[in-house]
């Protein structure tokens, strides 16, 4: 059966011991409250904390993830971090395709297939954004924004491969606005992935896909949210940089 996953996005907040302290409550919290047995939390935080993320996670109450990879092995790269460096520090998600990354830093799909394979080579699960922006949103192209974005950055990979990938609906317009998608809006984007997903690799593959969604998910919404056959969690970005607010959302299974 699939997992129910609520990964914190932390972007680019937090300082070195403000993130310890967010941790250390959030393990604080997950002492009190039993999360469901198939729910798993995954903290992704800046790269500087991924070691002490993976040093705390050591006591199994969260798996760590990167917010972004280089798309080139290693080398004179300035400023890039590796997968390989990754796999190094234990981490064991990364997100990929961001809509920040590309909308600041012009990440195509062709570099979203590229990351994945890297990933993938180094035993790290990407969770692999897509959604449309909002005219496309307004102009009703949004499937076929998010057709475009899975089968490029995602289809080249064997059934095997894409068993490893988790995938983020996240609408640009509900991104750090407020404005969060319907439930019925998010469960009929997600349920028309996991289609597009059967029709390329059978049920069995799509009905193992965790999908989440993301865009303003909170403790006030999240319940309704992931009630959705479909939606299988969320991505979390502001909401996660509170302990409390972020263990609330993964309660709400
Ligand atoms: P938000 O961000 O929860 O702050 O809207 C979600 C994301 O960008 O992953």
Aim: charged share 25%; with cysteine.
């Amino acid at each position: 059966m699939r997992k129910n996953i609520v990964a914190g996005n932390w972007k680019m907040n937090k300082t070195f011991e403000e993130a310890d302290t967010l941790i250390s409550d959030i393990m604080d919290l997950l002492e009190k409250n039993e999360l469901d047995r198939n729910t798993l939390m995954i903290l992704c935080p800046p790269f500087p904390y991924i070691e002490m993320c993976t040093d705390y996670s050591n006591d199994s109450y969260f798996m760590v993830g990167a917010q972004n990879v280089a798309d080139q092995e290693r080398g004179a790269y300035t400023g890039e971090v590796s997968a390989e460096m990754l796999q190094s520090l234990e981490t064991s998600y990364c997100i990929v395709g961001h809509s920040e990354r590309r909308q600041y830093y012009g990440e195509t799909d062709q570099t979203v297939a590229r990351k994945v394979d890297l990933l993938l080579q180094h035993d790290i699960r990407p969770i692999v954004c897509c959604g449309e922006v909002l005219d496309e949103r307004e102009a009703g192209k949004q499937f076929d924004v998010v057709k475009r974005q899975i089968t490029d950055g995602l289809f080249h990979l064997t059934p095997e491969q894409f068993g490893q990938i988790v995938i983020a609906y996240e609408p640009v317009w509900a991104i750090g606005t407020g404005k969060t998608a319907t439930p019925q809006q998010a469960q009929e984007i997600h349920a028309f992935i996991r289609n597009l997903i059967a029709e390329k690799y059978g049920k069995q593959v799509a009905d193992e896909t965790s999908i989440l969604y993301g865009g303003s998910c909170k403790p006030s919404n999240a319940k309704e949210l992931f009630a959705n056959p479909d939606v299988d969690g969320g991505l979390i970005g502001g909401a996660s940089l509170q302990a409390k607010d972020f263990v609330d959302i993964a309660l709400a299974f």
